[in-house]
Structures are given as C-alpha cells and as structure tokens.
C-alpha cells in the first residue's frame, strides 16, 4: 500500500517526480527510494548507507537530457516514496508526467539554494547551468540537501544519516584538494576547455580553467551548432592555443574532428558527466568519475 509522507521542508520541491527499483537480492527496505540520475543515487548511498536503497531511474551511459520515461517508469513514479532529483531544470522531461501520476512522495531537488552561473563569454541565459554537480565544493549542498529528505522520510535513521554525511562531505573535500593539486601541472595559458556542450563550467569556476567555447552551444546537447558558430569556434581555437576538444561518452565525435581539423588541435574523447559507469567499471561512484576525468584532462593538456 502506498505510504503518505507528510511534506514540510522548504527545500523539498514537488515539481518533478521518479520511481524506485530495488535489486532482487537486496535487504528489503522500509521505503523506496529513487534518484533521478545514477551519480545522484551513488551520493545519496553514501548517505544512506545500509538502511535504505536508493535506485537510479536513468540507465547506465544515457543522457538525462535525451531521456525519456517510459510508462512502465510512471507505474514505478507512482511507487515511490522519495524521489532525488539534481533540478534546475535538468529533469525537464518529467515535469509533463506530474499530473497523471497518483501517490504523495518526497521530491528533493539536490541542487536547491545553489546560484546558477552565467554561461559561455560570461553572458546570462534563459536557461541556467545544472551541472553543478561537476564542482565537489556544490556537490556537499547536494548532501545537505538529500541528508534533509531522507531525515523527512525516515527519522529513526537520523544519526546514521547525519554521521555517514559527514563523512562523504569529508570525502568531498579530500577530492576537492587533490583536484587542485593535479590541476596545478597544466600550465596557466593551457587551462582551456573546448567541450562537446557547456558541462564543465561549475568544474571551470572552482578550478581556474577557461572555457573557451562548446559544439552544441547552451546546456543542453539538443541544440545544433550553425555554420558560423562552428567557424568562430576554430577561430577562437587557432588563436588561443587549446590543445583539444574534449567530448562525453557516447558522442558522436564526427563534428568535432572536422572543427579539431580545421583548427589544428586534438580530440579526447571519455568523459563521464551525466552518468556512471556499471559497478567495476572506471567511474563507477561519483568520486571515481570526476577523478577520472581529472585524469583526462591533465594527461591531455598539461
């Protein structure tokens, strides 16, 4: 039987919904607990810790901005009793869904109380930045802020909550401290970033990049490049020195070879940043993926 969990926290937003899905051999948990994108439920585990399971929605290796629930998720939306999403608009999709489901469930946006960056040249858009998620200093908003819900859902399991966010926030420091290390051997005129779509700049913010521009313009990988703004882009390429195009898993990198032709740079293609790897795999937690980016871009620019 559905359960009713009593809404209270500001922080909580109801304009976006999930489902959850436990695995089969998993302890039974009291509640179900689903997190929109898969680097958002590894968070919430970690804070979770054994007491609760938390499942992700999108599968491994999809785009949260190309996915598209199914009505076998909606069944599963209407199941849940806490939902974590990232929010500022990354989950778009399943604001149309909202109506048609039933159920009351906890819906915490990871990302409230976070200040959207302005984008590409400095210039504010319409549409903020989600990806906040890239810079480990924001990601511990994200812990307060799934910390509250679960508290909300569960408050037996508080001090079990509290004392595993705490050592994850510890966890998100120590990885802040080595990414600036590891930063520090490129080379001040070398910290450019030329990206698939405007991903890093959170990640650009914190650790002294520029970003110098993107293929698909604007946040979202939808949005098709113009004949000229792929023409500024190798222009600006050719005059500032970037060595590469860095591009997301599961991007077609045919663009970006012709721009990194015509601009006389490099393609890295393997970043991971809207999803992880399945379990063993190289970014299989949300600390994992950003290392392993980390990896990647100095390995390519330093």
């Avoid at 939306?77 to 778009?92: F, K, M």
């Avoid at 469930?105 to 959207?116: K, M, Q, T």
């Avoid at 569960?154 to 990885?175: K, V």
């Avoid at 005059?239 to 990198?253: D, K, M, P, Q, W």
């Amino acid at each position: 039987m559905k359960k009713n969990v009593s809404m209270v926290l500001p922080l909580v937003l109801l304009s976006l919904f999930g489902w959850s899905c436990r695995p089969a051999d998993a302890s039974p948990s009291p509640f179900a607990v689903t997190a929109a994108e898969n680097f958002l439920a590894d968070i919430a585990q970690n804070i979770a810790g054994d007491r609760l399971v938390v499942a992700p929605l999108i599968p491994y290796g999809i785009e949260p901005h190309e996915f598209e629930p199914t009505p076998r998720d909606m069944i599963l939306v209407s199941d849940s009793d806490l939902l974590i999403v990232n929010g500022a608009g990354l989950e778009g999709w399943l604001e149309a869904g909202l109506e048609s489901i039933g159920g009351t469930r906890i819906v915490v946006a990871a990302s409230s109380g976070l200040v959207g960056r302005s984008r590409e040249g400095g210039s504010a858009h319409s549409d903020a930045d989600p990806h906040f998620w890239m810079n480990p200093i924001l990601v511990k908003t994200y812990v307060s802020n799934i910390l509250a819900g679960l508290v909300q859902l569960d408050p037996e399991g508080e001090s079990l909550y509290r004392r595993n966010a705490e050592t994850y926030t510890a966890s998100l420091d120590e990885l802040d401290r080595w990414i600036s290390t590891q930063v520090a051997q490129i080379a001040p005129d070398q910290k450019i970033l030329v990206t698939n779509h405007e991903s890093l700049g959170y990640f650009a913010d914190r650790y002294g990049f520029v970003i110098l521009g993107s293929i698909f313009p604007g946040v979202s990988p939808d949005a098709q490049p113009t004949a000229s703004q792929m023409a500024d882009l190798v222009v600006k390429i050719r005059a500032s020195g970037a060595r590469a195009i860095f591009l997301e898993t599961c991007v077609n990198s045919q663009m970006a070879d012709q721009i990194a032709r015509e601009a006389g740079c490099r393609v890295v293609t393997g970043l991971y940043t809207h999803s992880l790897t399945p379990p063993g795999g190289i970014a299989a937690t949300y600390l994992a993926m950003m290392r392993h980016n980390v990896n990647l871009l100095v390995e390519a620019l330093r």
